[in-house]
């Protein structure tokens, strides 16, 4: 699994298409680990059928297959994108680049089954769901099952002879990152109050959100303090207001889902049809990889981006960009892998835009 790179970007490789394409396993392996980017080249060559069998074994494989929707799902939306620009153009490649969006939807379409699969298997196979042969356990579980009110009187009295105070009940976690926090004040979740966690806590909702887009732009040199246990709220909440605040712009059928373009890109002036293209780009950016959650505040959270709203009237500091967007597939996407801090994946956005106002 990739974590956020110590190497300078300046001396980073950023593999192409061509590159993994005639690249073994033993050779692609410290590149993907390097960089998210080059995860995403090789989920495409997989899914267009040009990936050597040795690499493909290794992007299904351990290392790589918890982060290859993630990578999928990133170079769906930068395809689909990418499409729209060329056909807006009349880019000849607009026809390939449709096609090669096909197949990397089916690719993800197999890859989300796979995990579902891998999550059930894991599930069945929890301590919850592990059959107790004790004959006399079971039927103390059933009997408690079917009469709850005369098991809290029996322990009621027990409480009363033992001379002790009954235990007080929490009432259950209202959601994941209730029990998250949870689970982090109560020492099952170990993870260390830096000084850039302190000051990231102390920030306003709207210092807050800027700091979450400035991260966004990032690839691989990720804020890894944001994926703290007691920040992992307010950076899913920020990152839905960003994607509530970009979709009237991008065009989108809802915050979370990017949909066909149907803006009229001929009737707009050039430099405001790309803003909507960057705006499509940067809600892909900020949908694609919902951070995941644990299943129990036991375990070591891996935060899914994936909330509270905030007036999209309230002005981001970061002016809409208007760059040219290129729609390259292997240019800027994300970074959602878990980092060596043990803080959980990182969240995609890409490394050049602003978020529109």
Known sequence: MPHPSRTPSSERRSLRLNDVAHMGAAELQPLLQDSFRNLVTAAIADATGHLPRSSRKLLHGPHFRDDLVDALRWAEGEMQVASERMT????????????????????????????????????????????????????????????????????????????????????????????????????????????????????????????????????????????????????????????????????????????????????????????????RRFLVASTSAPPRTPASPASTPRPSPSANRTSPNTPPTAAPSTRPCTGSPTSTPPRTTTSATGYGPSRPGPASWTHPS
């Open 88 to 279: 807006w153009i009349g880019d000849p490649r607009a026809e390939r680049t449709g096609h090669q969006l096909q197949q990397i939807r089916t690719a993800l379409a197999q890859a989300r089954a796979e995990e579902a699969d891998r999550r059930r298997a894991e599930h069945r196979a929890s301590a919850g769901h592990q059959v107790d042969t004790d004959p006399a356990a079971t039927a103390r579980i059933w009997l408690r099952s079917a009469f709850p009110d005369r098991f809290e009187q029996l322990l009621a009295q027990e409480y009363a002879t033992a001379q002790l105070e009954p235990r007080t009940e929490r009432p259950g976690p209202a959601d994941v990152f209730d029990a998250i926090e949870w689970g982090a004040s109560e020492g099952y979740l170990f993870a260390t109050m830096t000084p850039a966690v302190h000051d990231l806590l102390a920030k306003s909702p709207l210092a807050f959100r800027n700091t979450v887009a400035a991260d966004a732009r990032e690839q691989d040199e990720r804020n890894v303090e944001l994926r703290h246990p007691l920040l992992l709220r307010r950076w899913r909440t920020a990152l839905d207001e960003l994607a509530e605040m970009t979709a009237p712009l991008a065009g989108a059928a809802s915050p979370t889902l990017l949909g066909p373009l149907t803006t009229d890109l001929d009737a707009m002036p050039r430099q405001a049809a790309f803003a909507v293209l960057n705006a």
